[in-house]
C-alpha cells in the first residue's frame, strides 16, 4: 500500500466516524502543508420556550424560569460567566446576561417546576450545572 491509499484510508475513515457520530456533513481542509482536516458538520439544536423573568439588582441577577411544561428528568439547566442554558431532549434555550456572572456561587430555589436562581454577578469564571431529580 502507497502512501496516497494510506492518506486516503485514513480520511475516509475519518469521515465515516463523523457520520456514524451524528453529523450533518463535513468540512474537509487542507492546509499548505499538506495536512488533512476533517471538522463534522453538527446539526443546530431547536430553540425551545422556556418562560422566564429577571431581575437586575446591583450585585446579582434573579432569574425565574418556568420549567413545568419540560420532562424533569431530562431537563438540565447549565450556568455560564455569560448566561444560563437549559437543554432537554426536543432542543435549548439560552439566556444572555449583560455582565458576567460568578456560577459557582448560585443559589437554587425550586418549587413545582419553578426554579429560582440567585446568580451574583462577577469575575466570569467556571460554570454549575444543575441536573432534577424525579
Avoid at 492518506?7 to 463523523?18: C, E, N, P, R, T
Avoid at 455560564?80 to 460568578?102: C, D, M, S
Amino acid at each position: 500500500m502507497d502512501d496516497f491509499e494510506r492518506a486516503f484510508l485514513a480520511l475516509f475513515s475519518k469521515v465515516m466516524q463523523a457520520f456514524s457520530a451524528g453529523a450533518l456533513g463535513v468540512r474537509i481542509s487542507v492546509t499548505p502543508e499538506g495536512d488533512v482536516f476533517v471538522d463534522p458538520i453538527q446539526p443546530r439544536r431547536r430553540k425551545i420556550y422556556v418562560p422566564f423573568g429577571i431581575v437586575d439588582d446591583r450585585e446579582y441577577y434573579v432569574l425565574t424560569l418556568d420549567l413545568r411544561h419540560l420532562p424533569r428528568r431530562a431537563t438540565t439547566v447549565r450556568i455560564t460567566p455569560t448566561g444560563v442554558l437549559v437543554e432537554t431532549p426536543k432542543g435549548e434555550r439560552f439566556i444572555y446576561f449583560e455582565e458576567f456572572v460568578v456560577p459557582e456561587e448560585t443559589v437554587i430555589e425550586e418549587r413545582d417546576g419553578i426554579v429560582e436562581l440567585t446568580i451574583p454577578k462577577g469575575s466570569g469564571k467556571g460554570e454549575k450545572v444543575i441536573r432534577f431529580p424525579e
